[in-house]
């Protein structure tokens, strides 16, 4: 008789589901792992100029999700 | 005899720099004259509808600033042999890595989008129905990567670059005062002064002028043709003559409409072409297959900076010089994106117009990182060594990338919030 599971997923169909992920998804690990370290040397210009593409970035996005929503209610 | 002599090797370098010139020429001219895509003509046409000729002195300091960013590409790909993709992932890491690429292959594709509606618009014209244009399409972006040979589809793209010249005749035949252009055009002024519509015309100008395809396309380009360090004033040249190019062109479609259609409202390039065959049946079919071959020289252009972003990224076979057998997913993904693109226009009642603004915002998510990473990387004597950016070469790119992301960001905003800017 199968034991019962809490999580829902049997032995097997997490062996499946290790299965596809690692089929699907292990080109994307390889990818992070290969390019981890950046080769840029963290200069102040550099972080500064990071950092405000990051905030630039935020903004933009807050922008666009607000210009969204207006819409959406419109 | 002496003076013979002289003259027969001054001419032979001549023409010796001229047959090296033709074998390095390329991707430079490609990617500017592409920059004039379905999207750039419209811009240009209305620009000229409305303004006349008073905005040409602004189209001409367009060209000495694409040819500042896009000549960095030129040394980065050269020295690095990577693509703008993968040279993102290997200095600032697999965030701002990932970020790009994602943001590239969606702003491609829906900029695809927008080619094939000026391509179908174009054909429409002629009583061609979007499916058959569609069709056409899609079976010329086969048969020009089919070969499996870089220097074939180069070839081939400067083809439809000649092409683009059309708009230079059609701007003879509409008589236009050659007093009137040097009087209004070449001085700089504002007409009507600094008003919300003139700003609203200038940062459309800008923003056909940089797209952040075009940043990709040509550092790819430069590393598939192979092109080394010793090749990088040859690699300048082609872009300063395709700088010369689109801004040449720019300049006879704003005098076209300018002449013609002066005080009309423009909101498609396929509009003007249109309205003007009632009075210059002849020009407005120039513009109609100018229009046509603009949309299909950017779409060429779109879909392989994508293609080749994720071969580099992913590692594929993604080089020009392969067979489909070769380099299938490198393949694949150019298929499906210009396939894709396409069908999206053939479906009834698809949101066109919506996806045309989408467009323009989006690609400003991306504009600035791209323009920054450029910059940094061109900074970085590691990667660079003696071919990295000079003191001069620093302070005008840095300008000009502030005053891009100003404008394009302005351009978003009017574009998402125009009662703001009325």
């Known amino acids: 008789m199968e034991k019962f599971d809490p999580t829902g997923k049997s032995e097997s169909s997490e062996g499946r589901s290790d299965g596809f992920l690692a089929k699907h998804f292990s080109k994307f690990i390889e990818i992070n792992k290969k390019y981890a370290k950046p080769q840029i040397k963290m200069t102040p210009m550099v972080r500064i100029a990071l950092l405000g593409l990051r905030i630039y970035l935020i903004v933009l996005v807050l922008v666009l999700v607000y210009k969204f929503f207006t819409l959406i209610r419109i | ?422």
């Open chain 2, 1 to 422: 005899m002496n003076y013979l002599s002289r003259f027969y090797y001054q001419y032979r370098r001549v023409i010796k720099a001229i047959q090296l010139y033709l074998l390095i020429a390329g991707p430079g001219l490609i990617v500017m004259i592409a920059d004039n895509d379905a999207g750039g003509i419209t811009t240009y046409a209305a620009t000229g509808a409305k303004f006349g000729y008073a905005l040409i002195w602004f189209l001409v300091l367009l060209g000495p600033v694409a040819y500042y960013v896009q000549e960095m590409t030129v040394r980065l790909g050269a020295v690095t042999k990577h693509g703008h993709a993968e040279a993102i992932f290997a200095a600032f890491g697999p965030f701002w890595g990932w970020f790009s690429l994602i943001d590239l292959s969606l702003v491609n594709w829906l900029t695809l989008i927008t080619e094939f509606i000026g391509m179908t618009a174009a054909l429409s014209i002629f009583n061609i129905p979007p499916i058959i244009t569609v069709i056409i399409v899609i079976g010329i972006m086969m048969f020009m990567v089919i070969q499996g040979r870089y220097w074939t589809w180069e070839k081939l793209a400067m083809f439809f670059c000649l092409l683009n010249l059309v708009y230079i005749p059609a701007a003879f035949m509409v008589h236009p005062s050659v007093g009137s252009i040097l009087q209004m055009g070449i001085i700089p002024n504002f007409p009507g002064g600094l008003t919300a519509v003139l700003v609203f015309f200038l940062m459309a100008n800008i923003g056909t002028t940089i797209a952040p395809w075009m940043i990709f396309f040509q550092q790819s380009a430069v590393v598939d043709k192979g092109m080394g360090k010793k090749d990088i004033p040859w690699g300048k040249l082609d872009t300063v003559l395709g700088a010369v190019f689109t801004v040449v062109v720019a300049i006879f479609i704003v005098i076209v409409t300018g002449t013609v259609l002066y005080g009309m409202e423009i909101e498609s390039a396929a509009q003007a072409s249109t309205a003007m065959m009632g009075t210059y049946p002849l020009v407005g079919t120039l513009l109609a297959i100018g229009l046509f071959d603009a949309g299909l020289l950017g779409a060429i252009c779109i879909s392989l900076a994508s293609s080749w972003a994720f071969g580099e990224v992913f590692g594929w076979a993604h080089s020009l010089n392969n067979r489909i057998r070769e380099a299938p997913w490198f393949y694949a993904y150019y298929f499906f994106a210009i396939i894709t693109a396409g069908l999206v226009v053939l479906i009834p009642n698809a949101p066109l117009v919506l996806i045309t603004l989408f467009v323009q915002v989006i690609a400003v998510t991306l504009l600035p990182a791209a323009l920054v990473f450029l910059i940094l990387l061109l900074n970085n004597e590691e990667i660079m060594g003696e071919y990295r950016n000079t003191k001069v070469q620093n302070v005008v790119s840095i300008a000009i990338v502030i005053g891009i992301i100003s404008l394009s960001t302005l351009y978003a905003f009017s574009v998402l919030f125009p009662e703001i800017f009325v």
